[in-house]
């Protein structure tokens, strides 16, 4: 909300249309009509929310020109506003706007923009930037997905990114690989990302661990004092998962995951000793055919990696990355937090495949929070 001393500007996400019997705001697919202003009162109002007015200025200027208007109707008028998102309260800006260097308010202009919108939610925009500037994320694998998601985090601004892939690129790589060309086939997939990213943005600190991932302990030292991760590797397959699963529970970080299989992008998210790990999850999962197609995949050692459509990497690198950025600002519902996702590139839906909770007696969250 706002005080009287507050400072009110339009919120420039929304386009704000002058009709001929009124306004009109246009933004996040709606538009909101304020017709039937023939006496000019909404046109004026919107004209004094100028970024420079307090409210009470607003409220003295307006009742002034239409002394048939009370003070608690201009009000009501403004929290109306407000509560569509058409304003954003500015009172904190200048004090705020030091948090960001000049060149990380230029580059991240468009993500401040955005940010914009969670006024109301009492978060501003430069503190959003910075909470994404500070924050540490560990990413497994630099494949398809990897490539996209460490783009994403790199044009988020995300301040410090550690980046583990120990293979070399291939010429399969690259219907979706997008941080490779061919020039780099047979060279390090870590060594060839660590200079794009540097290139793309040298203002985060961007790090490669050239490692296989062989164990949860090695899996810990890695993201130990990371705020994420996000696990795209599959190798060793059937083993990996449960490793990050043991790591992050360890560490106490919480874990985004996203793969595909074949036509669908699948998304999940865990918060250790919150939401269940992967091993509650598997615990609980009671459906037989689900469980006997899993041991059968694990026994016949079945790759099942050869699609991977170049449009599925980057909505699942879209939805992973939007997933946390709730997280890191703490904002909004988070829709994959221990669940299971799914987006069908069929029909194009996004569905709760599974969902699951903690199970006390887990053999690898359960019990209390340990070190
Ligand atoms: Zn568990």
Same mark, same amino acid.
């Given at each position: ?8 500007? /339009? ?74 998102? #058409? ?26 923009? #955005?940010?914009? $919108? &969670? ?9 959003? *930037? ?14 398809? /997905? ?19 892939? &120990? ?24 060594? *060839? ?13 961007? !790090? ?46 919480? /874990?985004? /995951? ?18 269940? %790990?992967?091993? %509650? ?8 055919? !689900?469980?006997? $197609? ?48 799914? #987006? ?28």
């Amino acid at each position: 909300m706002f005080d009287q001393s507050d400072i009110l500007s /339009l919120n420039s996400g929304y386009a704000l249309l002058q009709t001929e019997d009124g306004i009109q705001f246009e933004g996040s697919g709606n538009i909101t009509t304020y017709d039937d202003d023939k006496d000019g009162k909404v046109k004026t109002l919107v004209q004094l929310i100028n970024g420079k007015n307090t409210v009470n200025e607003i409220i003295q200027e307006f009742t002034h020109k239409y002394n048939n208007v009370s003070k608690q109707e201009v009000e009501e008028i403004l929290k109306d506003f407000y509560d569509e998102g #058409f304003l954003e309260n500015t009172s904190e800006d200048e004090q705020y706007f030091s948090l960001l260097t000049a060149y990380q308010h230029e580059r991240y202009l468009r993500n401040i923009g #955005f940010f914009q $919108m &969670f006024t109301k939610n009492h978060l501003n925009k430069y503190i959003a *930037q910075k909470k994404i500037s500070d924050s540490k994320i560990c990413l497994l694998g630099l494949g398809g /997905l990897g490539s996209h998601i460490a783009f994403s985090l790199a044009g988020m601004g995300v301040g410090t990114i550690k980046a583990v892939e &120990f293979d070399e690129v291939e010429l399969s790589n690259l219907n979706r690989q997008i941080l490779y060309t061919p020039n780099d086939i047979g060279k390090s997939k870590a060594q *060839q990302a660590e200079k794009r990213i540097k290139e793309f943005n040298p203002d985060i600190n961007f !790090s490669t661990v050239e490692t296989q991932l062989s164990s949860p302990e090695q899996i810990a030292e890695i993201i130990h004092g990371f705020d994420f991760v996000i696990s795209v590797a599959d190798k060793p397959r059937f083993l990996l998962a449960d490793w990050v699963n043991q790591a992050v529970v360890a560490e106490n970080i919480p /874990l985004l /995951l996203t793969g595909l299989d074949t036509t669908r992008a699948m998304l999940q998210s865990i918060v250790p000793h919150e939401t269940g %790990c992967l091993q %509650c999850w598997r615990d609980g999962i009671t459906d037989a055919k !689900s469980v006997n $197609m899993y041991n059968y995949r694990k026994e016949s050692n079945i790759d099942g990696d050869n699609a991977a459509y170049t449009t599925l990497v980057p909505i699942s690198a879209g939805l992973v990355c939007s997933e946390l950025t709730k997280y890191i600002l703490g904002y909004g519902e988070i829709k994959s937090k221990g669940k299971l996702l799914k #987006f069908d590139f069929n029909n194009f839906t996004l569905e709760v495949e599974e969902e699951w909770t903690r199970n006390i007696n887990c053999k690898v969250c359960g019990g209390s929070i340990h070190g």
